[in-house]
Nanobody, 116 residues
């Protein structure tokens, strides 16, 4: 089992920045992919960014060039640096981990609100 705890959400003005963090505990040796998803009211949960243990990354087209995902395998953490935030980035952001047996784990979610 893997436990994920997010932090760093909040309210920010358009054009601002936020940094989300996620700390993993438990069977951390089994984690292959870590990433961030988001879900806004009335919409499906969507992938924002993901990073594989070998450091390859994947981003949603809507955040490319604005968001950066990073992973510290030694500290079992993953971060999402979000710059040039837009109102449409408003959502609950969930940390996600996938292990080598393809089991998925989720954090509790953290609210990000972009508004003036």
């Amino acid at each position: 089992q893997v436990q994920l705890v997010e932090s760093g959400g909040g309210l920010v003005q358009p054009g601002g920045s936020l940094r989300l963090s996620c700390a993993a505990s438990g069977s951390i040796f089994s984690i292959n992919v870590m990433g961030w998803y988001r879900q806004s009211p009335g919409k499906q949960r969507e992938l924002v960014a993901a990073v594989v243990k070998n450091s390859s990354t994947n981003y949603a087209d809507s955040v490319k060039g604005r968001f950066t995902i990073s992973r510290d395998n030694a500290k079992n953490t993953v971060h999402l640096q979000m710059n040039s935030l837009k109102p449409e980035d408003t959502a609950v952001y969930y940390c996600n981990a996938v292990d080598f047996r393809l089991h998925r784990y989720w954090g509790q979610g953290t609210q990000v609100t972009v508004s003036s």
